[in-house]
């Protein structure tokens, strides 16, 4: 597939689009809603990016920011300890459509949010996944998987993290 893909970040007339995309590549239990997706435009759009291809969005990463050092389930559902100047940043939702994965798309949105955590002097960037990913997420420089507390959906959920120098 040879379109363009542009990347920006998030303005609020994408939000069908982007919950589109949420419920296109996340299990129906794991979907964020369109709720949830509001929220996280309008409380953090500076931690939200999309990737654009013939006028569809085809690729989406968002974040919010702690001070907390453990993620909770609370925090992904309702931006609970959210705050814009937390020393770290918490990916939430990277999602992909099936026709566009495998060119490295991912690994750009993932660059964004590493880009502008560094911007904003962040300590670090977390996020949660299944054992299933975690080699990905490897691959794209993140480390220390752990075990986490959370049983959302009754599964397991690893914590990594990607350091950023201190400036
Ligand atoms: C996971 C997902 C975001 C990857 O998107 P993508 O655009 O295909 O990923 P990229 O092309 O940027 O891949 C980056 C690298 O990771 C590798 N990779 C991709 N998917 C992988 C997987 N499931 N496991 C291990 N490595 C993987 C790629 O080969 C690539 O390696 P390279 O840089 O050496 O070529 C996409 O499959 C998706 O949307 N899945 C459903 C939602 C989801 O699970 N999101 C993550 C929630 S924690």
Redesign the pocket.
Known sequence: MSQQVYFRQVRRSDLDNCAGLEQL??TDQEAATREHIAKRIETYPDGFFVAESEGQII?MINCGATHMDDITDELYMQLAGHVRNGKHSVIFS???HPD?????????LINLVIEASKKKQKQSVH???KK??I??YE??GFGSPKLTDSSFNNSNWYELSFPLPSV
Do not use: K
């Open positions: 590549c996340y690729g990277l999602a992909v566009y994965r495998g060119r490295g798309i991912a690994h750009e996020l949660l996944c299933s990913l080699n990905f691959h794209l």
